[in-house]
């Protein structure tokens, strides 16, 4: 079983003051966290999708061992990056592909490894922290094309999950779910 990482990177971050892929947080870039959590919890490949200074992303971080894909149309919202990133996939032959947003520092290689077991071409499966859904979400490749036709604006997957039975992996023990915003959300 074959399960890609698909790391959504392309953000401005207008909220946090500049895009939250070149924040660094503890001596490094959350866009490097987030690719070597999904590369340790067992995800391959790895595809970092990248928007707003993409180029700054690429002579900054070390992504070695990702694969990294443009969107042009990364000022659209989340949408847009979940598409490219599963077009970027098409052609792999993974059956699942677990989907983090960079700006969730406290996701663990713990928690990917639990979406790693549940990977099957039909998995829809997200991640919860005390009954609260968060990320990472896990589709299965039977899903992908439903999930993209539905992926506008700054949605991403929400609208599909939101018409489908979604497994909830509880992950609270292992890992920290909250999105950062702004530069106070910062975890100690």
Same mark, same amino acid.
């Given at each position: ?5 698909l790391?959504?990177?392309?953000g401005? &971050?207008? +909220? #946090?003051g500049m895009?939250? *892929? !070149? =924040?660094?947080?503890q ?5 490097e ?5 999904l590369? *340790? ?11 707003a200074l993409?180029e @700054? =992303? ?11 894909v443009?969107?042009? @149309?990364w000022?659209? &919202?989340?949408?847009?990056s ?8 098409? $052609? ?8 983090l %947003?960079?700006?969730?520092? &406290?996701?663990?290689?713990?928690a990917?490894? +639990?979406?790693?077991a !549940?990977?099957?071409p039909a998995?829809? /499966?997200? /991640?919860?922290? @005390?009954?609260v859904?968060?990320? %990472?979400?896990?589709? &299965?490749r039977?899903?992908w094309a /439903?999930v993209?036709?539905l992926?506008t604006g @700054?949605?991403? *997957?929400?609208p #599909?999950? *939101?018409r489908? +039975?979604v /497994?909830?992996v509880?992950?609270q023990? =292992?890992?920290?779910? $909250?999105d950062?915003d ?7």
């Amino acid at each position: 079983m074959t399960v890609a990482g698909l790391l959504l990177a392309a953000g401005a &971050g207008t +909220r #946090y003051g500049m895009p939250k *892929a !070149l =924040v660094r947080h503890q001596g490094r870039l959350f866009v490097e966290h987030a690719a070597d959590v999904l590369h *340790a919890g067992g995800c391959a490949p790895v595809v970092v999708v990248l928007g707003a200074l993409a180029e @700054d =992303v690429r002579g900054t971080a070390e992504l070695s061992g990702s694969s990294l894909v443009d969107n042009p @149309d990364w000022a659209s &919202g989340m949408g847009s990056s979940l598409r490219a990133g599963l077009a970027a996939l098409a $052609a792999t032959d993974c059956e699942s592909v677990l989907v983090l %947003p960079v700006d969730t520092p &406290g996701i663990t290689a713990g928690a990917v490894r +639990r979406f790693v077991a !549940l990977s099957s071409p039909a998995a829809l /499966a997200r /991640a919860t922290y @005390d009954d609260v859904p968060g990320h %990472p979400v896990l589709i &299965g490749r039977d899903r992908w094309a /439903a999930v993209s036709e539905l992926a506008t604006g @700054d949605e991403g *997957a929400r609208p #599909y999950l *939101a018409r489908h +039975r979604v /497994a909830a992996v509880p992950c609270q023990d =292992v890992a920290h779910g $909250a999105d950062v915003d702004r530069p106070e959300d910062l975890p100690g």
